[in-house]
């Protein structure tokens, strides 16, 4: 016998984290359940590859800086006399992660590419999914980019606009979908205040019509561009405001006019001065912050690499989007996109988690008998039910996605009918999507947090550590992130709030309900076997009779209930549908074990199939699992 010291005795082996694209197995039937066949063998080579990317040690590297190195304001935010200036210093993390995002076209995708039709939504957020993990919280100024381009988009075909508004929306939407780095725009999203979170009734920003004594035309230094910085004057305080470093912003505020409801303006966050003469003394002129200053950044528990801080506005030049009091529905075309994001972003840390999960129990040996994780039935019926649970999100969040991409594309776009999945008529779609838009992040974001922790502990202590030491096992990091997920753009309350009032609507409750039943009735149409079919059903219409029987305030206090047995159905019935699309022991055994926890069968007989089929869920069922295996990167 000997000691163990510092450097001698055992080590563990560390585990390795496979390419997701073909290691997911979610991933892999989400992408056969809603991608035609054809289109799937054409993107698969280009996704491997990102799959790839996204995994080397230069991506982490990054991740490290970006976590290490965070955000600040030079001096504090004054110059060495005092006077307030405020600039934001970013890490070369932060900077290489944003531009490695933006080169790859995480969102130019769906605005630059024709080819996928109704499908680019799903290709595009698979992608997201798998960059998520590794893209240390820059695919959130690149939701609120992607939703600004929509936004543009829609009006950039509008009559009403004048020849300037025209070039002015044109310039940024160019930015917005550019895949150039030193090109591109990302974008704000500032709504929240001190006087409520997703509450902006109460929004205390003011914009004024006031053009611009001088000349409107101001360059931009680093761009070499002319740009109208807009007529209205905005003075106000943002609470919290993420990406900070962003270009342009979308954000609402009160006009003299309309001060019991909000409008939506566009402002570039920067501005050029010819005035300002350079400390240097040899160059005169200067970019600088648009009327916007930068009180402090935001201390957070996690997506500690983000820059989110508090803004001042005084004399923020910008231009109202839409009809002046209808901010909420403007603003509503961003939350749509931002709210997937967020949904997708929880999932991709999940997944991420389980990667490195399976990894772990792969090289992991315990007990006396030096058994694998991987080995261990207990450990193994652990982290299948975390699958399923995961399996089962992705199920909801990919068919919102798909929806989203059928609301964006033309009519022959929607009649191309998906082999699996019912096509709701088009005129059904929008109230499909309205409902959904709401209850798939305050269901989704919610679980995945427990989910997440799941797999954070199957790694046991090492699972709590950071591990910046090897970047790619780091489960805490992901933990903390996906926190966030049931808080931001709506919290779980908020949001179950506003499916309630959805499906309760004066005038449109109605279609949203029958939208939702189109759904559930069709795709059990589809379902051959009957063991649950009649009970999803059954659930359903005892849910809608209850929607349907009671007031909203009546509803309200029991929102969060109702919301989540709204996705439970959809779940079920997308269930079902992927049981039936691709048999397999192993989708039937997680389909079988979510309908009975979820209740819609009581009773029955225990989940069996023992340790090989937990395995066969977990690792898929032509994996070899044991001792011999040894996984790559």
């Known amino acids: 016998m000997k000691p163990s010291s510092s450097n001698t005795g055992f080590f ?6 496979k390419n997701q694209w073909h290691d997911d197995i979610s991933i892999q039937r989400i992408s056969k359940l809603f991608l035609p066949s054809p289109l799937l063998t054409k993107i698969s080579p280009e996704i491997s590859q990102l799959a790839d990317e996204v995994l080397t ?8 800086d970006a976590e290490r190195n965070q955000p600040y304001l030079r001096g504090n935010g004054r110059d060495p006399f005092s006077k307030p200036k405020t600039e934001l210093i970013l890490t070369e993390g932060w900077r290489k992660l944003s531009a490695f995002g933006i080169s790859k076209g995480f969102v130019a995708i769906n605005y630059d590419t024709t080819e996928y039709g109704r ?25 609120m980019q992607d939703g600004a381009a929509r936004l543009l988009q829609r009006h950039l075909t509008s009559k009403n606009l004048s020849p300037i508004q025209l070039s002015v929306f044109q310039n940024a939407y160019n930015h917005l979908i550019s895949r150039d780095p030193s090109y591109a725009w990302t974008s704000g999203q500032w709504m929240t205040e001190r006087t409520g979170g997703s509450d902006v009734s109460e929004t205390e920003t003011i914009a004024i019509y006031s053009p611009f004594p001088y000349s409107t035309r101001q360059p931009l230094a680093s761009q070499e561009e002319s740009i109208p910085l807009g007529p209205y004057s905005i003075s106000g305080f943002k609470f919290f405001s993420s990406a900070t470093d962003s270009q342009m912003t979308i954000l609402l505020a009160k006009t003299p006019t309309h001060q019991n409801s909000v409008t939506a303006f566009f402002a570039p966050t920067r501005r050029y001065d010819p005035s300002v003469i350079m400390p240097t003394g040899n160059q005169v002129g200067s970019e600088e912050l648009n009327g916007i200053s930068i009180q402090r950044l935001k201390h957070k528990f996690g997506t500690q690499s983000l820059p989110t801080a508090e803004l001042e506005l005084k004399d923020m030049r910008g231009w109202m989007i839409g009809q002046e009091g209808k901010g909420i529905q403007e603003i509503s075309t961003i939350l749509t996109i931002t709210r997937v994001y967020s949904s997708v972003t929880s999932l991709g840390y999940l997944g991420r988690a389980l990667g490195i999960a399976k990894g772990y129990a792969m090289v992991r040996e315990v007990g006396r008998d030096r058994v694998k994780l ?7 019926r652990t982290l299948s039910r975390v699958v399923g649970e995961y399996h089962g999100l992705m199920l909801l969040v990919f068919f919102t996605v798909g929806l989203l991409g059928l609301s964006e594309r033309g009519e022959e776009d929607i009649k ?45 202590g090492v699972g709590y550590m950071q591990n910046v030491e090897s970047e790619y096992m780091n489960v805490s990091r992901l933990f903390r992130d996906a926190c966030v997920g049931a808080i931001w753009e709506g919290t779980t309350d908020v949001l179950a709030s506003d499916t309630v009032r959805a499906l ?7 279609k949203c309900v029958d939208s939702v039943e189109w759904f559930v009735y069709n795709g059990l149409r589809k379902i051959t076997e009957g063991v649950f079919k009649e009970k999803v059903k059954s659930e359903w219409e005892g849910l809608k009779g209850k929607i349907e029987g009671k007031s909203l305030t009546e509803l309200l206090p029991e929102a969060r209930d109702l919301t ?3 996705a439970e159905i959809f779940i079920a019935v997308l269930f079902l549908l992927d049981v039936a699309a691709h048999p397999g022991e192993e989708i039937k055994a997680m389909c079988d074990k979510f309908l009975r926890e979820k209740g819609f069968v009581v009773g029955g007989h225990e989940e069996g199939g023992g340790l090989k089929l937990d395995q066969a869920i977990v690792y898929g069922p032509n994996q070899q699992v044991g001792s011999k295996v040894d996984s790559k990167l």
């Open 119 to 143: 499908h680019t939504r799903i290709i595009q957020f698979l992608r997201c999914h798998l960059w998520t993990g590794s893209c240390a919280n820059t695919l959130c100024p690149a939701a």
């Open 416 to 460: 191309t009918e998906n082999e699996f999945v019912p096509t709701p008529p088009k005129e059904m779609v929008p109230y499909l999507l309205r409902v959904l838009s709401s209850l798939h992040k305050s269901y989704v974001c919610e679980k995945t947090v427990s989910l997440v922790y799941q797999c954070m502990a199957s790694l046991g």
């Open 374 to 380: 991987c080995e261990n039935s207990l450990h193994m």
């Open 504 to 510: 309760k609507h004066p005038s449109q409750g109605g």
């Open 12 to 17: 563990q082996q560390q585990p390795t984290l």
């Open 564 to 566: 989540f047995r709204f």
């Open 57 to 64: 040690q230069q991506i982490f590297d990054w991740v490290t």
